[in-house]
């Protein structure tokens, strides 16, 4: 492995080029966006959680509405930093209900192809692959409502 040094150095090299301080406040300029435009359509059926701008990994907001928050549950709209998409997540309140809700969910559709439990969420749906920025408002649109197509599959299983 490198060296901290070396790491640092390509870090701030980076980092004063630039670009990818550019390119990640532009992201979690969208995922705001994003948040603000589920939390206006959606304020009846769910409360919205604040951005969790990540580590250069994921970004997301969680959502929830009362019977999520009672099994210790929440949503999440994450955005994949690596794989450029946006993804539905089922989280839960801590290590103990994620395992717990993973034992249900293990065989569905949406873990089929899974062998272990995701790191941070009981099961990742992916909503949108193609990011296409020209478009905003038809993502937007398509988030919220393959979100919403996707939570009405899952929470009967819960």
Request: proline share 2%; hydrophobic share 45%.
């Amino acid at each position: 492995m490198k060296s901290i040094h070396t790491l640092l150095q390509h870090y701030q090299k980076e980092i004063q080029n630039k670009k990818i301080a550019q390119a990640y406040h532009f992201l979690l300029r969208f995922l705001m966006q994003t948040k603000a435009d589920f939390a206006l359509h959606h304020k009846a059926e769910f409360k919205v959680g604040n951005i969790a701008p990540g580590y250069l990994d994921y970004s997301y907001f969680s959502f929830f509405n009362r019977e999520l928050r009672d099994k210790k549950l929440r949503y999440g709209i994450v955005l994949n930093h690596a794989e450029m998409q946006i993804e539905l997540w089922l989280m839960g309140q801590n290590a103990k209900v994620q395992q717990a809700y993973w034992k249900t969910l293990k065989k569905s559709k949406w873990n089929a192809h899974r062998t272990a439990m995701p790191q941070y969420a009981i099961l990742e749906v992916v909503l949108l692959d193609e990011l296409n920025f020209d478009r905003t408002e038809d993502m937007l649109l398509a988030i919220r409502t393959k979100a919403l197509q996707t939570i009405a599959e899952i929470n009967p299983l819960l």
